[in-house]
């Protein structure tokens, strides 16, 4: 979150308007110069100001400053960066001004121009902890994550119960995957601004990346109270719930969610996986469906679609989904995966080695593919590559049932009937019936 700063008061130059002025009234300099008025207001009372001619220097800089902070509320950019120009023009070392017109060169998508505004502010006015700040929020929107910490860092040095600066040091410490470190500064938040909404929510977002889902649901909850309409707070805690196997709730959640926003194509997504844990494949089918029309490209919802398919015995048309997965989201790994698979289990060999090929490429220790590939190796006959496949695995996962029974499979088959027995073995121990798993995908001893 940015920080614009306030408007600035001119009491020297307020009781010299009033000895002069004539083209306005006391009430339009309280418009420009005073907190507690509409952003309409501020521009009138700033423009008669401003047109009295009665002003130079920099108090004429404050009230185009004050205009600018105005125009810049209503998101009339334009004339937000003539009147903060203006103002810099009057007062070269306007530190506010340079700090929000930054901020309106981030409203436009211009960060590295903005950064440009924040240096100049800080350079200025080094105590001032907005610059800092906002110089921050626009390096972790660059992917900067280490300036933007060192920015954040600064800003709360100077200013130790700066919420805002907590919230945005919050967001890097998540997009840096550090989510401990993010809890605690959105926890600081919250003490500092208990009744700040997206701060529940963020915490929440963190404890769910932590998979703490019973600690996710309470800030989610507090979120939902604060701003009962709040859509993408109902659509996380379903997630939630649905990972504790709550999956009434989270289909009321979903619902909700979808009441609130019919268009958002991931609350209809998310409806659906939450039908399919039930195994009530026809309806999420038609919710992925929905989720499909409002954005044809939504591959997650393809890959969705594609299992419950699978789930219903429909390999063709999930094959055909996760073809389309993967030609939307090359870069997607698990529907490679499972492409690879169905293929291999439905008897297209070469076609399934191929797209195991095509996804390892993407993601080179991706467990699941090379178990998918071990596989398809091993019902080509390729035992010595599929026992190399599943190494991988099992050095990662030496608990995978189905790496253990495949690559005892292979030995035996490569004439290790010794090794070879001693995985089926320990493969069996884990999961009794996976002979019986081998054999619905077409292989037995």
Aim: hydrophobic share 35%.
């Amino acid at each position: 979150m940015r920080q614009t700063l306030r408007r600035s008061a001119l009491a020297a130059a307020l009781s010299l308007v009033a000895a002069t002025a004539g083209a306005q009234t006391q009430q339009q300099k309280d418009w420009c110069y005073k907190d507690g008025f509409s952003d309409d207001q501020t521009i009138a009372g700033c423009a008669a100001v401003i047109k009295s001619g009665t002003l130079a220097g920099n108090e004429l800089a404050v009230a185009y400053y004050n205009r600018g902070i105005g125009y810049q509320n209503k998101s009339d950019y334009d004339s937000a960066m003539k009147d903060y120009d203006q103002a810099l023009k009057l007062r070269p070392g306007y530190s506010s001004a340079y700090n929000n017109r930054g901020n309106v060169y981030t409203s436009l998508g211009q960060r590295e121009r903005a950064i440009q505004d924040y240096d100049l502010a800080i350079k200025n006015l080094p105590t001032m902890p907005e610059p800092y700040n906002n110089r921050g929020n626009a390096y972790r929107h660059l992917g900067q994550l280490d300036r933007a910490l060192t920015d954040l860092d600064q800003a709360i040095v100077l200013r130790p119960a700066y919420m805002t600066a907590f919230e945005n040091r919050g967001h890097v410490q998540f997009d840096r995957k550090d989510y401990d470190k993010a809890i605690l500064d959105y926890s600081q938040a919250i003490k500092l601004a208990p009744n700040r909404t997206d701060n529940y929510y963020d915490r929440g977002r963190s404890y769910s990346a932590k998979r703490d889902w019973d600690r996710a649901i309470p800030d989610f909850d507090q979120a939902i109270r604060l701003k009962p309409d709040y859509t993408n707070a109902y659509i996380e805690r379903g997630i939630a719930r649905r990972n504790k196997g709550l999956y009434d709730e989270a289909i009321a959640d979903y619902s909700k969610a979808i009441e609130l926003q019919p268009d958002s194509v991931a609350a209809w997504n998310n409806r659906g996986n939450a039908y399919r844990y039930k195994k009530q494949y026809d309806l999420a089918i038609e919710d992925f469906n929905q989720a499909l029309k409002l954005d044809p490209n939504y591959s997650l919802a393809l890959r969705n679609r594609a299992y419950a398919r699978e789930s219903k015995g429909d390999m063709p048309g999930a094959i055909r989904d996760l073809d389309e997965t993967v030609r939307i989201n090359p870069k997607d790994a698990e529907a490679w995966s499972s492409v690879c698979w169905d293929r291999a289990t439905t008897g297209k060999m070469e076609r399934a080695l191929a797209d195991c090929n095509a996804g390892l490429r993407v993601s080179p220790d991706h467990v699941e593919l090379l178990d998918s590939r071990g596989f398809t190796q091993l019902r080509l006959q390729l035992y010595d590559a599929a026992i190399a496949d599943y190494d991988a695995v099992l050095k990662v996962r030496p608990d995978k049932a189905a790496s253990l029974y495949g690559r005892g499979l292979a030995k035996r088959a490569a004439g290790n009937a010794a090794d070879g027995d001693a995985d089926i073995a320990a493969a069996t121990m884990i999961k009794s019936d996976i002979a019986a798993d081998f054999k619905s995908w077409g292989v037995t001893p």
